[in-house]
């Protein structure tokens, strides 16, 4: 069982960047796959962001270029860097991670909201 803890959300203006932080119970180099998914108000959860254990990355167009995930090991913690922010982003953000992705487990979700 792999537990994580999400941490970073909050409420920032357009154009803002925000750090989220994923931290897993578990040393990280035994989990495949890291990354985030988000659920905008009224919208289906959709992934946004996945680093493997060897360091391919992935990310939803709707965040390349503005987007940056990366992993810390040696803190089984992964990291979501957002800048240009847009009310677009608005969502509950969450951790997941896996062998596989979509994964098989998932933190509590942390809100972000970008206000215009």
């Known amino acids: 069982q792999v537990h994580l803890v999400e941490s970073g959300g909050g409420l920032v203006q357009a154009g803002g960047s925000l750090r989220l932080s994923c931290a897993a119970s578990?040393?990280?180099?035994?989990?495949?796959?890291m990354g985030w998914y988000r659920q905008p108000p009224g919208k289906e959860r959709e992934s946004v962001a996945v680093?493997?254990?060897?360091?391919?990355?992935d990310y939803a167009d709707s965040v390349k270029g503005r987007f940056t995930i990366s992993r810390d090991n040696a803190k089984s913690t992964v990291y979501l860097r957002m800048n240009s922010l847009t009310p677009e982003d608005t969502a509950v953000y969450y951790c997941?991670?896996?062998?596989?992705?979509?994964?098989?487990?998932w933190g509590r979700g942390t809100q972000v909201t970008v206000s215009s």
């Open positions: 997941a991670a896996g062998v596989r992705w979509p994964p098989s487990y």
């Open positions: 578990v040393n990280s180099l035994s989990i495949n796959n």
């Open positions: 680093i493997s254990r060897g360091g391919t990355i």
